[in-house]
């Protein structure tokens, strides 16, 4: 069964410094979305893209967020200059429609740790 | 503004026994999605069951089903002969309306089920 993958699995990291998350999205989707979770605490949505472009995007997702979609399979959320408060999961979605029955998909998560 | 609520943080069940988790959401759009993911301790989103707005009956998946409430605005999950593998976080998400290609998902707080042998 098609699954979305993310790597890495997790990640520690120094405050101020950049981070990549990756995420490849099941293969006949067409939207994408990135989530984190802080511990203990729940799912918040950061972003959508569709069509190469980003279609809405949180409050959270500030200029140190930014998403690219390199190739035709990854897709990836880049935080520049990382904060404490970045430590969380963070999921990517996938999903074929955004209506109906259609679910997204997530993947398995990236747990960032900046210290 | 859409929102959904999970009022129970953490619920015990015996094991073979059947459990609800609670769920409620506004919103003032007619069309709409609900959904119920498993997070189990090692922390990936599992789907579980989707509720559309204009339904006509419960969803149903297995063991899982949804008692969904239009008027109330609850669409609370039903798990029928829990197993200890059903110990995990269970979230509540909604789905606004298809508005400009977004689709995302608003999560409630979730609720932690342990079973017990």
């Known amino acids: 069964e098609p699954e979305v993958t993310q790597t890495p699995s997790h990640q520690v990291t120094q405050m101020g410094q950049e981070v990549i998350l990756r995420c490849v999205p099941i293969s006949n989707h067409l939207y994408f979305y990135w989530y984190r979770q802080i511990l203990g605490q729940k799912v918040e949505f950061l972003v959508s893209f569709y069509n190469n472009e980003i279609s809405e995007k949180s409050e959270i997702f500030d200029d140190q967020f930014s998403v690219e979609r390199p190739d035709g399979s990854n897709f990836t959320l880049k935080i520049r200059s990382t904060k404490l408060e970045d430590s969380a999961m963070y999921f990517c979605?996938?999903?074929?429609?955004?209506?109906?029955?259609?679910?997204?998909?997530f993947g398995p998560g990236t747990r960032l740790l900046v210290l | 503004a859409q929102k959904i609520t999970q009022t129970q943080p953490g619920m015990f069940v015996q094991e073979k026994e059947a459990v609800t988790l609670d769920c409620t959401y506004d919103t003032s759009d007619p069309s709409y999605g609900l959904f119920w993911y498993k997070q189990p301790s090692s922390g990936e989103m599992i789907f579980l069951i989707y509720?559309?707005?204009?339904?006509?009956q419960n969803a149903t998946e297995g063991r899982y089903s949804l008692n969904f409430q239009k008027a109330r605005k609850s669409a609370n999950l039903v798990i029928s002969a829990s197993q200890l593998g059903d110990s995990a976080m269970y979230f509540c998400?909604?789905?606004?309306?298809?508005?400009?290609?977004?689709?995302?998902?608003?999560f409630g707080q979730g609720t932690t089920l342990q079973v017990k042998p």
């Open positions: 979605a996938s999903s074929e429609e955004t209506s109906g029955r259609e679910t997204q998909y």
């Open positions: 998400a909604m789905r606004e309306p298809y508005s400009g290609n977004t689709g995302k998902l608003i």
């Open positions: 509720q559309g707005s204009y339904d006509q």
